[in-house]
Nanobody, 123 residues
Framework: VRLIESGGGLVRSGDSLRLACGAS????????VAWFRQAPGTERRFIAA????????WYDESGGGRFTISRNNVENTVDLRMKNLKSEDTAVYYC?????????????????WGQGTQVTVSS
């Protein structure tokens, strides 16, 4: 499956943003689809994941409840909605797809990756 992220851009602190991850050359079923982010000089970090065919979600606690991952059946995307954005949320955001019985948080556990979309939050 080929993943394509969209929705990144330049926003102000306190703004909200919706990122979308679309699938081409395949479907999200039966994958686990996750969002990661990577700021300059840091490791790629897990944000949230959803199991497409069950529609259940998992989150990293570092998001502080500001991020919501969801399945968009109309657009056939996995969306990451972010609210009350802060300057420290500035990063390249990636979606990834993988399989497994448990939700992996390590980037190496995911087989497919998108090219990333830049989110820049100005203070």
């Amino acid at each position: 499956v080929r993943l394509i992220e969209s929705g990144g851009g330049l926003v102000r602190s306190g703004d909200s943003l919706r990122l979308a991850c679309g699938a081409s050359a395949g479907t999200f079923d039966p994958y686990i689809v996750a969002w990661f982010r990577q700021a300059p000089g840091t490791e790629r970090r897990f944000i949230a994941a959803i199991r497409w065919n069950v529609d259940s979600a998992w989150y990293d606690e570092s998001g502080g409840g500001r991020f919501t991952i969801s399945r968009n059946n109309v657009e056939n995307t996995v969306d990451l909605r972010m609210k009350n954005l802060k300057s420290e949320d500035t990063a390249v955001y990636y979606c990834a797809a993988g399989t497994g019985d448990v939700i992996p948080r390590a980037p190496g556990s995911y087989e497919y990756w998108g090219q990333g979309t830049q989110v820049t939050v100005s203070s």
